[in-house]
Nanobody, 124 residues
Framework: VQLQASGGGSVQAGGSLRLSCAASGGTFSRYSVGWFRQAPGKEREFVAVIRAHVGRTYYKDSVEGRFTVSRDVAKNSVDLQMNKLKPEDTAVYFC??????????????????WGQGTLVTVSS
């Protein structure tokens, strides 16, 4: 499966952005889809995930209540709605697809398919 992330941009603190991860070449709904981010000089970290089939979502503590991940089966995509953005949310955001078990949902190594990344810049 091939993934294409889009929707990044520059916003002021408190603003919103919606990222989209479009899939092709496979049955997207059978995969859990995670969002990860990498800030300058830092390691890539887990942000959010939506599980395959059951659709349950999980979030990094610092984005809980501000970010929402959702799946559009008809469009074969997964979106990440980001509200109340903070400067510390600045990063390149990646979407990834895989079939990790519940305990490994936040581990990037469990996702074999990755999009190219989209840059989000939040200014204060």
């Amino acid at each position: 499966v091939q993934l294409q992330a889009s929707g990044g941009g520059s916003v002021q603190a408190g603003g919103s952005l919606r990222l989209s991860c479009a899939a092709s070449g496979g049955t997207f709904s059978r995969y859990s889809v995670g969002w990860f981010r990498q800030a300058p000089g830092k390691e890539r970290e887990f942000v959010a995930v939506i599980r395959a089939h059951v659709g349950r979502t999980y979030y990094k503590d610092s984005v809980e209540g501000r970010f929402t991940v959702s799946r559009d089966v008809a469009k074969n995509s997964v979106d990440l709605q980001m509200n109340k953005l903070k400067p510390e949310d600045t990063a390149v955001y990646f979407c990834a697809a895989g079939t990790p078990i519940l305990s490994a949902l936040r581990q990037e190594g469990m996702y074999p398919y990755w999009g190219q990344g989209t840059l989000v810049t939040v200014s204060s």
